[in-house]
């Protein structure tokens, strides 16, 4: 089935999106003669979003070694332009160097060249998270949801592996994962649990049932069903082989109570892991009617410089919300 012709509707123009007057091909062409002296690029200076208050965002100067490993990947995707895989890696390199909306650009390119390759789709609806584009990325997302229906599961390649070199994560788990927190962020909460429990049904390994059982039982939470939250919990045990998503595992053994809250929030830093515990932590409190607390914990999560990471991005969608009652 050609599912380019779904009814998920992509918004062109979205309120969020920075506009862009040069178009892909001249802004790529720029983006690579800038690269080969490794200056930081116009594009990835250049405002990638806006949170949903309206603050402009921008990404942090990429380092050289991200720089070079974008500029391995473009020009073997240019030497083998039918290839979908080098395609792929080009997108990830670029979001990686902070460029979300170039890295969306690639994977509409993508997408358009292969429309039934459900990676693509996957990682748009990614970077549409990024940069704030909830309902494109649920839409997207939805698309993927559908294409790997029925087909066999595949390791997906980690584009930063940990540290040990074992990829944690495959695509119909990083598919669903992306989709719950999609749905997650709009407050749609049946929708997300539906995607976390699809994703959690194909975790394959403890990593991914850690990290599905925490947004299950947050969402199961926020949802008012407490008794189906705590039975999610039971697949948590203190001796699991956690390799990669270490904070999403203490927060499970914190919501068990196997850990403190004193033991869980030791030592945050300000980056992506920092802010899954600093969020999980204030949507603890909020779920357990400590509104102001939960609050004031949301707005000095948003206070870091870690806008890109989930955590951040749901305090938030959270906050948001909230000031629109």
């Known amino acids: 089935m050609d599912f380019k012709a779904q009814t998920f509707d992509i918004d062109p123009t979205p309120p969020n999106r920075v506009s862009r007057k040069l178009s892909f091909l001249c802004k790529i062409f720029a983006f690579a003669l800038l690269q080969m002296s490794f200056n930081i690029s116009a594009e990835v200076a250049e405002q990638q979003a806006s949170t949903l208050a309206g603050k402009p965002l921008f990404s942090a100067p990429p380092s050289e070694g991200a720089l070079t490993k974008l500029t391995i990947a473009r020009n073997a995707y240019i030497a083998s332009p039918d290839d979908p895989d080098l395609l792929i890696w080009w997108g990830r390199r670029m979001a990686y160097t902070g460029n979300f909306l170039g890295a969306i650009d690639i994977f509409t390119q993508g997408i358009e060249k292969f429309p039934n390759d459900p990676r693509f789709?996957?990682?748009?609806?990614?970077?549409?998270?990024?940069?704030?584009?909830?309902?494109?990325?649920?839409?997207?997302?939805?698309?993927?949801?559908?294409?790997?229906?029925?087909?066999?599961?595949?390791?997906?390649?980690?584009?930063?592996?940990?540290?040990?070199g074992i990829p944690i994560s495959s695509l119909h788990g990083n598919t669903w994962y992306h989709l719950g927190l999609a749905y997650y962020l709009q407050h749609d909460w049946s929708n997300a649990l539906r995607a976390y429990t699809h994703g959690f049904n194909a975790a394959r390994n403890p990593d991914n049932q850690v990290s599905t059982t925490h947004w299950r039982y947050m969402i199961l939470r926020r949802m008012g069903r407490h008794t189906e939250a705590n039975e999610v919990l039971e697949n948590i045990s203190e001796d699991m082989k956690v390799i990669e998503n270490t904070n999403y595992y203490n927060l499970c053994l914190f919501y068990k109570g196997s850990i403190t809250l004193e033991e869980l929030t030791k030592d945050l830093g300000d980056n992506p892991g920092g802010a899954a515990i600093a969020y999980g932590v204030a949507n603890w409190h909020y779920v357990e009617g400590d509104t102001a607390e939960a609050r004031k914990q949301l707005e000095a999560l948003t206070a870091t410089k870690s806008w890109a990471g989930f955590g951040y991005i749901a305090a938030e969608s959270d906050l948001f919300r909230w000031s629109s009652r």
């Open 121 to 164: 789709y996957r990682h748009r609806g990614h970077r549409y998270i990024s940069v704030r584009e909830f309902k494109n990325a649920s839409n997207t997302l939805e698309v993927a949801a559908k294409l790997i229906s029925g087909t066999r599961n595949e390791i997906e390649p980690d584009g930063l592996p940990n540290a040990m």
